[in-house]
């Protein structure tokens, strides 16, 4: 079943907010391959934490994930306006039951 | 500069077929595995299925397990979606994806496919 994302969070300019990801020790919990993407409307995901903690290249530093057994946590400091999106966590599930993705965030930047 | 254009989507009755494709290019693609999500109007992130470098292993969601089957042709660069018996539930934007390790690094920018009669 689906990982377990707070359906909104918010958080004023400059502030800091943190949204959660809930699975299981069939997924989260065996595996540091929990990954997060941001997704603007009508517009394509993009990757913007891969291997719990990992930021690709371009993706500014004010994000930031961890993990604490069953749950992965997203943190995005120093909130922007163009923050405001929605967000999803990923997390490997081994090859049988290969990869599922959390509900989704809708991140409201007041 | 890594490209992933899908196609074939469209309007298809419930119990029909449509096979999507992804042409891509930018990268190596027979030394990458692949894979497919969907994202229903309105809706959240769903994995569909994934496939290794050669083909020789796959993967699919339990929503369309024995229903869609993932293929490639590393001749041509191109990933395939095979979508049979076809569902409303089915109706929904459909991405490819490249997969780096165990996360997806580049999107396509989707193809719809709408199940309706």
């Known amino acids: 079943s689906a990982l377990a994302q707070p359906p909104s969070a918010s958080g004023s300019p400059g502030q800091s907010v943190t949204i959660s990801c809930i699975g299981s020790?069939?997924?989260?919990?065996?595996?540091?391959?929990v990954s997060w993407y941001q997704q603007h409307p009508g517009k394509a995901p993009k990757l913007i934490i891969y291997?719990?903690?990992k930021r690709p290249s371009g993706v500014p530093n004010r994000f930031s994930g961890s993990k604490s057994d069953n749950t992965a946590s997203l943190t995005v400091s120093g909130l922007q306006v163009e923050d405001e999106a929605d967000y999803y966590c990923?997390?490997?599930?081994?090859?049988?039951?290969?990869?599922?993705f959390g509900g989704g965030t809708k991140l409201t930047v007041l | 500069e890594v490209q992933l254009l899908e196609s074939g989507g469209g309007l298809v009755q419930p119990g029909g077929s449509l096979r999507l494709s992804c042409a891509a290019s930018?990268?190596?693609?027979?030394?990458?595995?692949m894979a497919w999500v969907r994202q229903a109007p309105g809706k959240g992130l769903e994995w569909v299925s994934s496939?290794?470098?050669?083909?020789?292993?796959?993967y699919y969601g339990d929503s369309v397990k024995g229903r869609f089957t993932i293929s490639r042709d590393n001749s041509k660069n191109t990933l395939y979606l095979q979508m049979n018996s076809l569902r409303a539930e089915d109706t929904a934007v459909y991405y490819c994806?490249?997969?780096?390790?165990?996360?997806?690094?580049?999107w396509g920018q989707g193809t719809l496919v709408t199940v309706s009669s």
């Open positions: 496939i290794s470098d050669s083909g020789s292993s796959t």
């Open positions: 291997e719990v903690n």
């Open positions: 930018g990268f190596t693609f027979s030394s990458s595995a």
């Open positions: 990923f997390s490997y599930g081994g090859s049988n039951n290969w990869g599922v």
């Open positions: 020790s069939s997924d989260v919990g065996s595996y540091n391959h």
């Open positions: 994806t490249h997969i780096a390790s165990r996360h997806f690094d580049y």
